[in-house]
């Protein structure tokens, strides 16, 4: 993809899926690069959190390769008690376009057995990268409908960190009215209204367009759901400073899943 600097509306290639109502000022510079190589984790650092016991899985083993994608949770029973993990990539990032393939399988475990199947994608991680939900910017990935509890394209903001979102009654809406997210603000979750994922089994291409501190875009199979504008974090002064840069990370929480195509292209603006 070579966007030139102006405004372009409509296709961007990357296998099948096209970006529309969306308008970007940028270029992309060289080719993308693969964080993951589809043969292992190298570059990739795994940590689990909480909720498990010794019956469940260690990182090692819930963040599996085999056959070039990511299998989350691969061998272990469903409705088994298990950890929540975080796997993160030892790079920062600042100006970028990110896209991660993924898609749902079956099985799901403890704690969260009844609820709709959950993950994300979290980027500008700023502090304690190693933990489940490292102060940073996610991109809820769910397979609820709008008003659901984990749908994918909700934007949730993380641990020391705050955002602005254009919402509607805490719903995104374009032109909305733009409010503050995350730590000291009302709220840290802005919904999406539409829902363009597919079905259980089949690979959705999730996709996030960061411009520094400025602007983040929340895409799903060319759709854009969510915006973020704004990005800070409280320094060890308690001063709120912009937020340029941090690590990528994708999660794994209680519902099986497979990672495919996860790989960056540096914005130049």
Not at 31 to 47: M, P, R, S, V, Y
Not at 187 to 210: Q, Y
Not at 223 to 241: A, P, Q
């Amino acid at each position: 993809m070579n966007l030139t600097k102006k405004s372009i509306i409509g296709a961007v290639a990357f296998c099948s899926f096209t970006i529309n109502s969306s308008i970007f000022a940028v270029e992309e510079s060289g080719e993308w690069t693969n964080l993951f190589n589809g043969k292992d984790l190298q570059g990739w650092h795994a940590n689990t959190g909480g909720q498990g016991d010794e019956t469940s899985q260690k990182a090692n083993e819930i963040f599996t390769v085999r056959d070039g994608v990511i299998h989350i949770y691969q061998n272990a029973d469903a409705g088994s008690k298990q950890s929540n993990a975080n796997l993160y990539h030892e790079s920062t990032w600042g100006k970028f376009h990110l896209q991660v393939e993924y898609r749902w399988l079956e099985k799901k475990f403890q704690p969260r057995t009844e609820d709709n199947r959950d993950a994300g994608i979290l980027f500008h991680i700023h502090t304690h990268p190693a933990g489940v939900w490292p102060p940073s910017v996610e991109m809820q990935l769910g397979d609820g409908k709008p008003g659901d509890k984990y749908v994918t394209g909700d934007l949730f903001v993380l641990g020391t960190t705050r955002a602005d979102s254009p919402s509607d009654g805490g719903k995104y809406a374009e032109g909305g009215e733009m409010l503050t997210r995350g730590q000291d603000a009302k709220g840290r979750r802005t919904a999406v209204t539409s829902h363009v994922e597919k079905p259980v089994g089949e690979w959705n291409m999730a996709e996030v367009i960061v411009h520094g501190s400025e602007k983040a875009e929340f895409i799903l199979n060319g759709k854009v759901l969510n915006t973020v504008y704004n990005m800070k974090f409280r320094d060890s002064n308690g001063e709120w400073k912009a937020l340029e840069k941090g690590h990528i990370s994708v999660q794994a929480e209680w519902a099986e899943l497979e990672y495919r195509t996860i790989r960056i292209k540096e914005l130049k603006e």
